[in-house]
């Protein structure tokens, strides 16, 4: 029973970017106020995504991004109160309940030209947690009920935290993007923190899959999963040479890197009539070789996020052991180190920072 309401603290720290600040800064702020719409969640779980890193370095965003505000767009955690009664007598959800928070669920108005069309992912009008406004990388946040997805059973905070994007985003892409079909062969770009998720995804799919990465643990991983030796590019191999030389026709490159050299390699290997699905932005600017995309007739296909329903698709998934996410885990308090860590490619693939219960129970069971 979650009834009595607990005592809340006025303020609390939070991972904070500053515009033209390339650091994260530690701040005490208020605790947020959720909107009558709204629910303030207790966080057990955020993830952290290579975009945090553009997040702190790109000074180039949209002119609605906040002065100041919480980093962390991929959280879970424990609902502690709803914004209104109203709210709390309609929702499907109660105070107690563990939610995965969809860090872009749109204004969900019928007039927005994004929510009406399915797109609420894109909309610029609904809170954007950890993406230009308040997001999860402290003990508290507010959302709208609509960001909130019920986490299956045996689920744990730190997964379904990462399944909000990491997940979600890879699902999206190669489910309703890039529409990859069984009788297909892709080459996936990158067994990363989307990437290995994009993996797993395919394969249920039943699709072939070519991949490339360019740390041996990873194509090593993907090998323990299933992917035949002989369909693992070996590292510093060219990619067009191995293509070529096994004859393979590459109906849809995946790319989840984004750098020179895979946009080059997927508009060199992609098959004429095929599509390029461009996830990953390490660089962010690419060239689009024109002879090469008419004469092929290709089709460049970018994507972000995922719609509302791709989420609860890719928990049950998650909770059937289909998709088997890899989640290292530490304190809040290591952000900066962890995200060092991530660019440098020591993470092997997504990392949560846990806090309250959740922190505690995996320390006690680290311990053990
Ligand atoms: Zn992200
Ligand atoms: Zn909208």
Do not use: C
């Given at each position: 029973?979650?009834?009595?309401?607990?005592?809340?603290?006025?303020?609390?720290?939070?991972?904070?970017?500053?515009?033209?600040?390339?650091?994260?800064?530690?701040?005490?702020?208020p605790l947020p106020v959720p909107t009558s719409t709204g629910v303030l969640v207790q966080l057990l779980a955020s993830g952290v995504c290579r975009s945090d890193y553009h997040h702190l370095t790109r000074e180039m965003q949209p002119k609605w991004f906040q002065e100041k505000w919480t980093l962390g767009h991929e959280g879970c955690g424990k609902i502690i109160k709803f914004g209104s009664p109203e709210t709390e007598a309609t929702s499907k959800f109660k105070v107690g309940d563990i939610v995965a928070l969809h860090s872009v669920p749109g204004c969900g108005d019928s007039t927005c030209p994004e929510c009406s069309r399915g797109l609420a992912q894109i909309c610029q009008?609904?809170?954007?947690?950890g993406i230009g406004q308040d997001g999860y990388y402290a003990p508290y946040c507010a959302i709208d009920v609509?960001?909130?997805?019920?986490?299956?059973?045996?689920?744990?905070?730190?997964?379904?935290?990462?399944?909000?994007?990491?997940?979600?985003?890879?699902?999206?892409?190669?489910?309703?993007?890039?529409?990859?079909?069984?009788?297909?062969?892709?080459?996936?770009?990158?067994?990363?923190?989307?990437?290995?998720?994009?993996l797993q995804v395919v394969r249920h799919i039943g699709a072939r899959v070519i991949v490339s990465d360019v740390r041996q643990s990873r194509l090593d991983e993907a090998v323990k999963l299933g992917v035949p030796a002989e369909d693992v590019v070996p590292?510093?191999?060219?990619?067009?040479?191995?293509?070529?030389?096994?004859?393979?026709?590459?109906?849809?490159?995946?790319?989840f890197v984004g750098v020179h050299q895979t946009f080059q390699?997927?508009?060199?290997i992609v098959r004429r009539g095929g599509k390029l699905l461009c996830v990953g932005s390490i660089d962010s600017e690419n060239t689009v070789h024109m002879h090469v995309g008419t004469r092929k007739r290709l089709t460049f296909l970018f994507t972000y996020g995922g719609q509302h329903g791709d989420l609860d698709d890719v928990l049950d998934l998650i909770a059937k052991g289909v998709i088997q996410p890899q989640v290292e885990t530490g304190r809040l308090e290591d952000f900066p180190r962890v995200l060092k860590d991530l660019t440098s490619g020591k993470i092997e693939c997504r990392y949560a920072l846990l806090q309250g219960e959740e922190l505690e129970k995996v320390e006690r069971a680290k311990a053990a």
């Open positions: 029973m979650a009834t009595a309401t607990q005592q809340l603290p006025e303020t609390m720290f939070a991972w904070r970017k500053h515009r033209g600040n390339p650091e994260p800064v530690w701040e005490q702020v009008t609904g809170h954007h947690s609509r960001g909130l997805y019920r986490v299956p059973e045996g689920v744990s905070p730190a997964v379904a935290a990462v399944a909000t994007d990491a997940v979600q985003t890879a699902y999206h892409a190669i489910v309703r993007r890039a529409e990859v079909k069984p009788h297909e062969t892709v080459f996936l770009f990158g067994l990363g923190g989307l990437g290995w998720n994009a590292i510093g191999k060219s990619i067009p040479e191995f293509v070529e030389e096994r004859g393979l026709h590459i109906d849809t490159t995946l790319d390699d997927a508009q060199a």
